[in-house]
């Protein structure tokens, strides 16, 4: 289960203060899967980022009684100057996970070869891409967040993306961010909108997709 208490989240820019999440309060139960929908620019990916814990709510509390991976495919957490490995190894440990298992694993997913050894600031988008589904994959979590990402690389690439996402999400929920409808139709059970700083939540998928589908008439 993750649960928002009150919680708030805002930007500052030269111009406005531009507010994602006015005080919010909700819980994603365990044992189903969601869909966030909502305009661009609604804050989907902001959410997602406090939901992993990868940044912080203004005020309020996120608390989360399962183990919750960051957004797939989400790279900003690597260190630059460490090479490939050293992020692994060092992801690894703070997840309490064995080091060399993950090293291996990821080594092979990602086929980066000796790219691996190389700092990360001298990969492309989708060698940093690889590194960062190789490592979602690579460790196991109740609750999986994807942000528009279930595949990189080329054609045969993510086959292997798609097989290994599968077999994952047998035993995990999801929490999905899409503008693809049929995307959300097809790994959601329940649903949320985001709209003006509200979360609106909705016990069936298609509720939240007949008010996004109205929204946007």
Same mark, same amino acid.
């Given at each position: ?6 919680? =708030? &989240? =805002? #930007? ?19 044992? +189903?899967?969601?869909? !966030? ?6 804050? &989907?990916?902001?959410?997602? /980022?406090? !939901?992993?814990?990868?940044? !912080? ?12 991976? +960051? ?32 090293? @291996?694993?990821?080594? @092979? =997913?990602?086929?980066?070869? @000796? #790219? !691996? ?5 001298? #990969? ?33 690439? *993510? ?10 999400? &047998? ?15 097809? #790994? ?7 709209? @003006?700083? /509200?979360?609106?939540? =909705?016990?069936?998928?298609? *509720? ?10």
């Amino acid at each position: 289960m993750i649960q928002l208490s009150n919680v =708030f &989240k =805002f #930007y500052k820019t030269q111009q406005h203060i531009k507010v994602v999440l006015d005080h919010v309060s909700t819980v994603f139960e365990s044992g +189903w899967s969601y869909g !966030l929908l909502g305009v661009n620019g609604a804050g &989907k990916s902001t959410t997602m /980022r406090l !939901l992993a814990g990868t940044e !912080l709510p203004n005020s309020g509390k996120v608390r989360r009684s399962v183990r919750v991976s +960051w957004p797939l495919g989400f790279a900003g957490g690597f260190h630059p100057q460490m090479t490939g490995r050293d992020n692994l190894h060092f992801v690894a440990r703070i997840y309490g996970q064995n080091v060399r298992k993950v090293s @291996d694993f990821v080594e @092979d =997913f990602s086929e980066l070869g @000796d #790219y !691996l050894d190389a700092p990360v600031k001298t #990969y492309s988008s989708g060698m940093m891409a690889r590194l960062a589904f190789g490592l979602s994959m690579a460790i196991e979590f109740d609750c999986y967040l994807i942000d528009e990402v279930t595949a990189v690389g080329d054609a045969r690439f *993510q086959r292997r993306c798609q097989e290994a996402f599968t077999h994952r999400r &047998k035993n995990a929920d999801l929490i999905v961010v899409s503008h693809s409808i049929e995307t959300i139709k097809s #790994y959601c059970d329940r649903g949320g909108v985001l709209v @003006d700083g /509200r979360l609106i939540m =909705f016990a069936s998928v298609d *509720q939240a997709i007949e008010m996004y589908n109205r929204m946007n008439r």
